[in-house]
């Protein structure tokens, strides 16, 4: 099992000089990129590589510390710039023992391409290897390109890499929610349980016997497994919009079916009403996220 080294390009139409620094000045640099939550230069002495420490917080009051040295940088007559660099970490927990990798600055007509090319050795041993195969290599690989991709809205369009964040991580704390709400009132109430309310509600609106409309709490149960797992990979905002019209309409037939709820506590007028609302929120911070699709993830 040999793992791919992981590349990741993206067309960034910005100063050179702008890019360089967002790039390879820690403070600007840590603001950007995902997988670092600080990186500080130690010293530097004369003709050594310049050296640095970094920590990357990983919750619940955890995290990996780690070193780095920038082993050397080249300006071509091309213009094109080439930052290398070597890493690794002395900490027992981290997958990553130690790494080399690059950057590169590539002029362009309109644009720079920049893009990173990095491979590690991993801790654990055969162990690590099929963690690092499975999980955390797709999972660094799309943090950097997603990083990329912030990198280059902040240059382009001055959207402060905090504010995209908190964006990107609102939309898809949103997505999971609904995520879960739909499949959990799909499978426990109707396709588990088949609650009796949800028969009775049913057989109220429609004037059916209890066995048709088991059938149709059922197939609605079914319904809302399959669209609770659909937000797992279709276009978000489309199904945020189509949400700002289902939600009226569950709530008129449920008070429709039975005007008692209306008293009830949690009932469908303020629960709905609340998802209504999660739904207007989520489908305006939804709109031009960044997104690790937008950059190449291979020669």
């Not at 950007?32 to 003709?47: A, G, M, V």
């Not at 780690?66 to 997958?95: C, N, P, V, Y």
């Not at 279709?234 to 039975?258: E, H, M, V, Y």
Request: hydrophobic share 40%.
């Amino acid at each position: 099992m040999k793992s791919k080294p992981i590349y990741v390009e993206i067309p960034i139409n910005s100063d050179m000089e702008k890019l360089w620094n967002a790039t390879q000045k820690p403070e600007l640099h840590e603001q950007w990129d995902l997988r670092f939550t600080s990186i500080t230069y130690l010293p530097k002495e004369e003709n050594e590589p310049q050296h640095f420490v970094y920590k990357t917080n990983i919750g619940f009051g955890l995290h990996i510390a780690g070193w780095g040295k920038s082993i050397g940088t080249f300006h071509a007559r091309d213009e094109s710039r080439t930052s290398s660099l070597d890493f690794g970490t002395d900490q027992a927990t981290s997958i990553i023992r130690e790494g080399k990798g690059y950057w590169k600055y590539a002029p362009e007509q309109n644009s720079i391409r920049f893009l990173t090319q990095y491979d590690y050795e991993t801790n654990f041993g055969i162990v690590g290897r099929y963690f690092d195969f499975l999980i955390f290599r797709p999972l660094i690989g799309w943090a950097t390109a997603l990083s990329f991709d912030v990198l280059k809205r902040w240059l382009e369009k001055g959207e402060s890499p905090s504010s995209q964040y908190k964006q990107f991580f609102s939309h898809w704390i949103v997505t999971f929610l609904f995520s879960f709400i739909w499949l959990y009132q799909g499978l426990v109430p109707k396709l588990i349980t088949m609650h009796p309310d949800e028969i009775m509600m049913t057989s109220s609106l429609l004037s059916f016997t209890t066995i048709p409309a088991s059938i149709i709490v059922t197939s609605i149960g079914l319904l809302e497994v399959v669209f609770g797992l659909t937000w797992l990979h279709k276009n978000k905002r489309k199904l945020l919009g189509l949400q700002l019209i289902f939600f009226p309409l569950l709530t008129c037939s449920a008070i429709l079916a039975d005007p008692t709820t209306l008293s009830h506590p949690f009932n469908p007028l303020t629960f709905n009403m609340s998802l209504f609302i999660l739904s207007l929120v989520g489908f305006f911070i939804s709109k031009d996220i960044p997104s690790a699709k937008n950059c190449k993830r291979a020669r």
